[in-house]
């Protein structure tokens, strides 16, 4: 499994890393698109250079989730198993009820280790909630893998090739957008090839719109943007999470003030922005069939 480490160390070297970075091609062009990929081209350099991709074995988080198991819950679990061959085939009553009190006590203790160990695991990283889902799947044996799909039915024929498995999800989620305006479109009964974007508006709402004028940005409007996005270790397509972004605000402010008024000033988006990570989330039914997804596929 390959991860990035981000820790005090790697976080304080791409800091002092991004210190050094002038974003001057940023400063020096006139095209959006061009500012902006020059911007994330040197932020995702630094980016990986910090926080390189390192394989780490899968069992590490296994391995701390049964931290609580130590040499003495061993040794007693070894005892209570002697106890339990002892008193199968025994008539004491005695024995019976020593082993009976011995399990009802051992399992007290490891309930209690675990909880502990699963209280000092919480504390630690920054998202909780991650955390805790991770030890729930852990702990019953779930994979976060059960439903990737290896083999997709398209009208009649199996296919395996991943790419071309990615290709009818894409092609579908792709579709959607048109579907939607085709069917909008009929119920106003007119044509969208024959109407400008504006006309569009005009007919789909009755009440005029009300004047908007889009004002500059300044390093404090960013900033406040920026900070005020959640700390999240989540990311996109690049890579980068809300938790960075905010850490290296100071850095980063001024180029993306330059973008962003640039980009209102020119009427610009840039096209990088544009792209997004898809997950399909298989919900029920046949997970292998396509009939499910929509007709045109």
Same mark, same amino acid.
């Given at each position: 499994m390959l991860v990035?480490?981000? +820790? =005090?160390?790697?976080?304080?070297?791409?800091? %002092? #890393?991004?210190?050094? =970075?002038?974003?001057? *091609?940023? @400063?020096?062009?006139n095209d959006v698109n061009v500012m902006f990929n020059s911007f994330m081209d040197s932020y995702l350099k630094i980016f990986y250079s910090s926080f390189p991709l390192k394989r780490v074995s899968v069992n590490n988080k296994k391995k701390n989730i049964n931290n609580w198991i *130590?040499?003495?819950?061993?040794? /007693? $679990?070894? $005892? !209570?198993? =002697?106890?339990?061959?002892?008193?199968?085939? /025994?008539?004491?009553?005695?024995?019976?009820?020593?082993? !009976?009190?011995?399990?009802?006590?051992?399992?007290?203790?490891i309930k209690e280790a675990k909880k502990l160990n699963? =209280?000092?695991?919480?504390? #630690?990283?920054?998202?909780?909630?991650?955390?805790?889902?991770?030890?729930?799947?852990l702990e019953i044996n779930k994979s976060g893998y059960t439903d990737r799909i290896n083999t997709l039915n398209v009208r009649g024929t199996s296919i395996t090739n991943s790419q071309e498995i990615v290709n009818v999800f894409n092609k579908y989620f792709l579709s959607m957008a048109k579907n939607i305006n085709s069917t909008? *479109? !009929?119920? +106003? +009964?007119?044509?969208?090839?024959? *109407?400008?974007?504006?006309?569009?508006? %005009? #007919?789909? @709402?009755?009440?005029?719109? %009300?004047?908007?004028?889009?004002k500059s940005l300044s390093t404090k409007d960013v900033d406040k943007i920026i900070k005020s996005l959640k700390p999240k270790n989540s990311a996109g397509y690049d890579g980068i999470s809300t938790r960075l972004l905010k850490i290296s605000s100071a850095f980063i402010c001024s180029p993306l003030t330059y973008i962003c008024n640039k980009s209102i000033s020119l009427g610009v988006f840039p096209d990088r922005l544009k792209y997004a990570v898809v997950k399909p989330l298989f919900k029920k039914g046949d997970k292998n069939n396509t009939q499910l997804l929509h007709k045109d596929i």
């Open positions: 990035r480490r981000i +820790n =005090e160390h790697t976080i304080n070297d791409f800091l %002092l #890393k991004l210190s050094y =970075e002038t974003c001057d *091609t940023v @400063f020096s062009s *130590t040499s003495g819950i061993l040794n /007693s $679990c070894k $005892c !209570k198993r =002697e106890l339990y061959l002892a008193s199968r085939n /025994s008539e004491n009553p005695y024995l019976i009820s020593h082993y !009976k009190k011995y399990c009802k006590i051992l399992s007290i203790v699963y =209280e000092d695991i919480i504390k #630690k990283p920054h998202n909780r909630n991650k955390t805790v889902w991770d030890m729930v799947k909008n *479109t !009929k119920q +106003n +009964n007119y044509n969208l090839d024959d *109407t400008t974007p504006i006309d569009y508006l %005009l #007919k789909s @709402f009755k009440t005029p719109f %009300l004047r908007m004028k889009l």
